[in-house]
C-alpha cells in the first residue's frame, strides 16, 4: 500500500500565478485525490477553499508550508478530466489557473474568511432541543444583538480556527443563510416532508385509527387520507402537496405529528428539478433529413461540423433529433446558446419533444441553483444541459454531443474577468478530450468556421430551405436622406417604415423594430460651442435616459442629473443627437396610440423573470410592437411577425473593428430572419443613410457564401483572422505616466523577438475608463511561421517583467488571445 502523501498543491481561487504547497496532516484518515475541496489558510488571516491539485512527497525550499485546516469533499468536486480542461485554458487564454478555478466553480463551492452570515428569515424564535451554550447556541445568541457574524468573528467568538462544519452544519438546518449563499459548501435547500409511522403502517393498526379519526377529528382523518392518495406505499410527502387540496388545514398536520401518526423531517429538494421531457412525435422535412443524414455521414470521419442553415430553415429540430440520439445511446449532451435569453423558448421546445432530463444552466441562476445543476451534471442525474457560455464548466464525464447554435454570435466571447474564453473554440477542446462530436450552427457562420469549413477541417452541410416552405422575407432599403430632405419621415421613421407599420398593424400582425443602442439618446450637445456631457470617470459622453431623468455612463454607471444649460458657454441650446430604445418606444407610442408597445433591451430586463414574461406576452399576441436590441435578433420565432425595422443600419459599420462588416451582415441577416416564419412571406426595411453600400446588396440577396467569399479577401488582404492569430494587450492604470512608461516598455520587449509583429502601443478608442488610463498593443502572428506556444510563453515572461517592476506598481494588464 503506497504511503499518504505528505505534502499537497492546492489551487487557490486567486489571481496569483502558481498553486501553493501545503502540509497534509498526519492524523487525516481519508484518502486524498485530486480535485477535493480543502480549506486552508493563506496569508495571516485569510481563509479560503482551494483545490487539491496535486499529492507529493516534496516540501518547499523556500517557506514551512502551513498545514491543510480541512477536507470538505469525499470524493473529487472537479474530476480529471475538468482538471486539464482548465489547464488547457490557462494555457491558450494566457491566464493563471486560479482564474480559471473564480470562473468556473459557482460561487457556494468557494470559501472566503469575509462571508458573512444572518439569521434565516423563515426562522422565529430559538430551534427546538438547541442548548443556547452550545457553539451553535452562542452563534445564534450573537445574531441576537448583531444583524450580521463573519467567518472571522466566529472563529474568535469560539476561539479556534476550523468553524466551517459547523457554519455548514447551521445553514443545513436552514438556522443561517449568507449574503452570498454559503461559501465553502453547497447549502442543500430543505423542505418539510411527512410519512406515516411504521407503527401504523400494518393494516390492521391503519384501520383502527382510521376508524377512531373518524369518530373524534374528522379533518385530521381527511389529512391522512390526502397523505394516503398521495403515498400509497407511506414513502415521504412534501407538505406542499400535502396541503394543496382544499380543505386540507395545517392545524390538522400538526395534530396527527404530535399523536405520531405523521413522522417529520425536512428532506433536501431541487431548486431548479430536471425537467423530464414528453417525448413528443414530430416530423422532419426531406431537406432536414437530407441535413441530418448529411451531418452523421461527415461525423463518421471528422470531430465537428458546421451547419449552415438559412433563418427559419429548422436548424433546432435537427438539433433536438440527434440530441435524442445521443441520449438514447446513455450519453450526456451540452446544448449551447449565446445568450441567456434564449434559453426561455427552448427549454419547453426541449422538454416537449426529449424523453430525457433536461437542466439549464446561465449566470441569472443564483449560486445555488447553479451549485446545485452541478451536482445533478456530475451525479448523471441530468442527461441533457441548455445553457451559455459557461455551462462548458460543468462536470460532465459521459459528454458525447455538443451543439452550439448561432455558433458565430459575438456573445461566446468572455471579456472581463479572465480567462477571456471564446466558448465555441473551447467547447471544440472540450469535445475532443470526451471523444464527442460537436455541431456548429448558424446561418451567418464566423468566417474562421466558413474557412475551416471549405478546407475540409469541418464537415459542411447547407440548408438553404425554410421549413413548411416558408419564403424568405423581402428586404427593402429605405434611404433616410432622402426622406428627411423630402420631409416625408415620422420623428425617427422613414415614410416607407412608418406605413408598412400601419398596414401590419391594421392587420392584426405584429411588428419587431430594432435599434442596438439602449436609453433614450445617446448623447446631449451644445448648439452654440459643440460641448457634451462626459462621464467623470471615462472618456465617453453620457447617455439620457429619460424615464430617470439621468445622464448615465454605460461603462462605470456613473449617474447625474441633466445640466439645464451648457457647462461651457452657459448657452441654453441644448440639442440631443441620436436615439435609443426608450426614444423609440415614446416615439412609437405617439405614432401609433392604439398599439400595445414593450421594449426588450437590458434596461427593461434586468428582474429574473423580466425577459421571459415579456416573450410570452409577445407570443400570445399581447404586444403589437417589439422594440428591442440585439436580444430580439438571436434564435427567437415568433408566428405572428411579419415586418422588422431597421432603425440606424449604419451605426454597426462605423465602429473601429475589422469585423464591422461582418457584424453588421450577421445582425442584419439574424434580425431579418425573424420576420414571416410562418404562411405569410416577412418583409424587412433597413433605414440607412447610405443605402447604396455593397454590403447591403449582400443583405438583400441573402447570399452569405458571396459576402464571406468578399470578407475573406479583405482579411487576407489586410493580415486579420482567420489567416493570422492575434493577441491584444491592453494596460491600465490610474496615472497616465506610469501606463506609458509600462506600454513602452512592453513594445520594447516584445519588439526584441517579434519585430514588426507588435503594433502599437497606442491609445485605444475609450483611452480612460473607471479613472483607469488605458494603452493597447496588438501582436500579429503568421499561422505557419511561429509557435504559438512558444510565443505565449514568451509574453509571459515580457508580462512577468512588467508585475514585478518597482517602477510600476499598480498596472494591470489585461491579455487578450484570439479578440472579438
Not at 458565430?408 to 480567462?419: E, I, M, N, T, V
Not at 464591422?660 to 433605414?687: D, H, K, P, W, Y
Request: charged share 25%; net charge neutral; with cysteine.
Amino acid at each position: 500500500m503506497p504511503a499518504a502523501p505528505l505534502f499537497a498543491d492546492v489551487l487557490l481561487p486567486l489571481h496569483i500565478p502558481a498553486t501553493y504547497t501545503y502540509a497534509v496532516p498526519t492524523h487525516w484518515e481519508q484518502p486524498l485525490l485530486p480535485g477535493m475541496r480543502v480549506v486552508v489558510q493563506f496569508g495571516k488571516t485569510r481563509m479560503y477553499t482551494g483545490l487539491l491539485w496535486r499529492l507529493h512527497d516534496q516540501k518547499p525550499a523556500v517557506y514551512q508550508p502551513k498545514p491543510l485546516l480541512e477536507l470538505l469533499d469525499e470524493q473529487p468536486l472537479v474530476p480529471e478530466n475538468l482538471q486539464h480542461f482548465w489547464q488547457w485554458l490557462a494555457d491558450y487564454y494566457l491566464c493563471y489557473l486560479g482564474d480559471v478555478m473564480q470562473a468556473a466553480l459557482p460561487a457556494v463551492f468557494r470559501m472566503s474568511s469575509e462571508t458573512s452570515f444572518l439569521r434565516h428569515p423563515d426562522v422565529e424564535g430559538w430551534p427546538e432541543g438547541l442548548n443556547p451554550e452550545s457553539d451553535a447556541g452562542l452563534v445564534l445568541r450573537f445574531l441576537e444583538h448583531k444583524k450580521e457574524i463573519r467567518f472571522t468573528d466566529v472563529q474568535k467568538l469560539l476561539d479556534r480556527k476550523t468553524v466551517m462544519p459547523l457554519l455548514r452544519d447551521m445553514a443545513a438546518m436552514q438556522w443561517l443563510v449568507t449574503e452570498e449563499a454559503l461559501a465553502g459548501g453547497y447549502c442543500a435547500k430543505r423542505e418539510p416532508f411527512y410519512r406515516l409511522a411504521p407503527v401504523w403502517q400494518e393494516e390492521k393498526a391503519l384501520q383502527a385509527l382510521v376508524e377512531q379519526l373518524e369518530r373524534k377529528a374528522v379533518k385530521q382523518l381527511d389529512l391522512l387520507l390526502q397523505y394516503l392518495y398521495l403515498s400509497p406505499d407511506y414513502n415521504w410527502v412534501e407538505r406542499a402537496k400535502l396541503l394543496a387540496r382544499e380543505g386540507m388545514s395545517a392545524p390538522a398536520l400538526q395534530a396527527l405529528t404530535e399523536k405520531g401518526v405523521l413522522q417529520y423531517e425536512k428532506l433536501r429538494v431541487d431548486r431548479q428539478p430536471p425537467g423530464k421531457g414528453r417525448d413528443e412525435a414530430y416530423e422532419l422535412s426531406p431537406a432536414q433529413q437530407k441535413a441530418l443524414a448529411e451531418i452523421e455521414r461527415h461525423w463518421q470521419q471528422r470531430q465537428a461540423v458546421l451547419l449552415h442553415g438559412i433563418t427559419g430553415s429548422g436548424k433546432t429540430l435537427l438539433y433536438i433529433e440527434l440530441i435524442r440520439k445521443a441520449a438514447a445511446e446513455g450519453k450526456q449532451v451540452l446544448y449551447m446558446v449565446p445568450e441567456i435569453t434564449l434559453t426561455a423558448q427552448l427549454i419547453e421546445r426541449l422538454r416537449r419533444y426529449l424523453g430525457t432530463t433536461v437542466g439549464v444552466f446561465h449566470s441569472r441562476f443564483t449560486d445555488d441553483e447553479r451549485a446545485e445543476l452541478w451536482q445533478q451534471v456530475q451525479e448523471k442525474r441530468v442527461q441533457v444541459v441548455l445553457g451559455a457560455r459557461s455551462a462548458i464548466f460543468l462536470p460532465f464525464e459521459k459528454l458525447g454531443l455538443v451543439v452550439v447554435d448561432e455558433e458565430h454570435d459575438p456573445s461566446y466571447k468572455q471579456d472581463d474577468p479572465a480567462p477571456r474564453y471564446q466558448a465555441r473554440d473551447a467547447a471544440l477542446w472540450l469535445a475532443r478530450q470526451h471523444g464527442a462530436k460537436v455541431l456548429l450552427g448558424s446561418a451567418t457562420p464566423a468566417v474562421e468556421s466558413w474557412q475551416l469549413a471549405q478546407q475540409g477541417k469541418y464537415g459542411l452541410v447547407i440548408l438553404y430551405e425554410r421549413f413548411g416552405g416558408v419564403q424568405l422575407p423581402i428586404i427593402r432599403m429605405a434611404d433616410i436622406r432622402q426622406e428627411t430632405r423630402e420631409k416625408l419621415m415620422k420623428a425617427d421613421l422613414t415614410g416607407s417604415l412608418y406605413q408598412a407599420i400601419e398596414e401590419r398593424l391594421a392587420k392584426k400582425e405584429q411588428v419587431i423594430l430594432f435599434q442596438n443602442r439602449r436609453g433614450y439618446v445617446p448623447y446631449t450637445e451644445c448648439a452654440d460651442c459643440g460641448w457634451s456631457p462626459e462621464c467623470v470617470s471615462c472618456d465617453i459622453t453620457l447617455t439620457y435616459h429619460k424615464l430617470q431623468h439621468q445622464m448615465r455612463c454605460h461603462y462605470c454607471g456613473y449617474k447625474e442629473t441633466p445640466a439645464p444649460a451648457c457647462k461651457a458657454c452657459g448657452s441654453t441650446k441644448l440639442v440631443t443627437r441620436g436615439f435609443g430604445t426608450e426614444k423609440i418606444e415614446e416615439q412609437i407610442a405617439i405614432l401609433f396610440p392604439n398599439a400595445n408597445i414593450a421594449r426588450l433591451d437590458l434596461d427593461a430586463t434586468r428582474k429574473k423573470h423580466a425577459y421571459a414574461d415579456i416573450i410570452r406576452q409577445f407570443e400570445q399576441g399581447q404586444i403589437d410592437i417589439l422594440i428591442g436590441t440585439q436580444m430580439v435578433t438571436k434564435g427567437l420565432d415568433f408566428e405572428r411577425v411579419t415586418l422588422v425595422g431597421v432603425l440606424n443600419a449604419d451605426q454597426s459599420l462605423r465602429m473601429p473593428d475589422f469585423r464591422a462588416n461582418e457584424r453588421t451582415f450577421q445582425l442584419l441577416e439574424q434580425v431579418s430572419g425573424r420576420a414571416g416564419r410562418r404562411s405569410i412571406q416577412g418583409e424587412v426595411i433597413i433605414q440607412s443613410r447610405e443605402p447604396q453600400k455593397a454590403i447591403f446588396e449582400l443583405v438583400q440577396s441573402h447570399d452569405y457564401q458571396r459576402y464571406a467569399e468578399l470578407e475573406l479577401m479583405q482579411r487576407m488582404q489586410h493580415e486579420y483572422p482567420p489567416y493570422v492569430r492575434l493577441i491584444h494587450l491592453n494596460l491600465r492604470h490610474r496615472d497616465i505616466k506610469v501606463v506609458e512608461l509600462a506600454a513602452q516598455k512592453l513594445a520594447e520587449m516584445l519588439h526584441s523577438r517579434l519585430g514588426e509583429r507588435v503594433k502599437g502601443p497606442a491609445i485605444p478608442p475609450i483611452g480612460r475608463l473607471r479613472d483607469e488610463y488605458h494603452r493597447e498593443l496588438l501582436l500579429k502572428m503568421e499561422r505557419d511561421k511561429l509557435d504559438p506556444a512558444a510565443v505565449k510563453r514568451f509574453v509571459a515572461e515580457c508580462l512577468f517583467k512588467l508585475e514585478t517592476d518597482p517602477l510600476l506598481k499598480g498596472l494591470k494588464v489585461y491579455v487578450d488571445v484570439d479578440p472579438n
